[in-house]
């Protein structure tokens, strides 16, 4: 059982967790032996070059994927111990996402978007019309509600994806390269909607990039490097 005071100080804890995958007669070992912690209304990078297992560590995070050894806590749960189902729902109430692709749905309106999340969440339908205009107001594209992804810039498609990711209300934020695909101006300003989504919605956000002009904006940076990690 995890100690109590792990539970209410700390978002994320993870002990010595290393993780290999078999490639033919090999062994790749991609996480050698990971700590690191993430606190609760914290902004933590995972800077790295590709190849460094900043997302395999995400993944982790996330419960999408095992760890090989180690231990992978998150919200208070003991993640590498859990079956699939629970991860799932773990996932579902108390984990949002956001990938440097946008993953919108193209047919249907940044407004229909982030309300499809509150449907698949299971959210009660009297709190899809409030929350999805939270959401847009926090991004701040109100305005554009009613445009599809492709009447939309890259920036505001990951604005909305930033919407989507929070609309449940999720205790921790995880966000593969948000900023890979944007300039340096669209960037900047995806970083300041990460800071207005901590400060309002009191989560946990931890992003991967190898971008360095975004580091300065992070509360903790980890530098990860051929497996292995440490505080930058």
């Known amino acids: 059982m995890e100690p109590q005071h792990h539970q209410q100080q700390l978002l994320v804890e993870v002990r010595k967790v290393r ?8 062994r790749v070992d991609v996480l050698k032996g990971i700590d690191m912690t993430i606190k609760p209304g914290q902004l933590t990078m995972l800077r790295g070059r590709s190849g460094s297992g900043k997302t395999t560590l995400l993944n982790l995070l996330g419960g999408l994927d095992r760890p ?10 003991a993640m590498h111990q859990l079956p699939d189902k629970q991860l799932t729902a773990i996932r579902r109430r108390d984990i949002g996402f956001i990938f440097q692709t946008f993953a919108l749905l ?30 847009l107001e926090l991004v701040g594209l109100t305005k554009r509600a009613a445009h599809r992804p492709f009447e939309l810039s890259g920036g505001e498609q990951q604005r909305v994806a930033i919407a989507k ?7 921790l934020l995880l966000a593969d390269e ?13 970083l300041a909607v990460f800071r207005d989504v901590i400060e309002v919605e009191r989560i946990g956000i931890c992003m991967t990039t190898h971008d360095s002009t975004l580091w300065e904006a992070a509360d903790v940076v980890y530098r990860m490097a051929d497996g292995t990690i440490e505080s930058a």
Not at 178 to 190: C, G, K, N, S, W
Request: charge should be positive.
């Open 106 to 135: 193209p047919l249907l309106t940044a407004w229909e978007n982030v309300e499809l999340s509150l449907r698949m969440s299971g959210v009660h339908r009297s709190e899809w019309k409030a929350r999805t205009a939270h959401c």
């Open 19 to 26: 993780r290999s995958f078999i490639s033919g007669s090999s």
């Open 165 to 171: 990711a929070i609309a449940h209300k999720p205790a």
């Open 68 to 77: 090989s050894e180690g231990e992978v806590y998150c919200c208070g749960r």
């Open 178 to 190: 948000p900023t890979a695909e944007l300039d340096t101006q669209m960037a900047a300003r995806i």
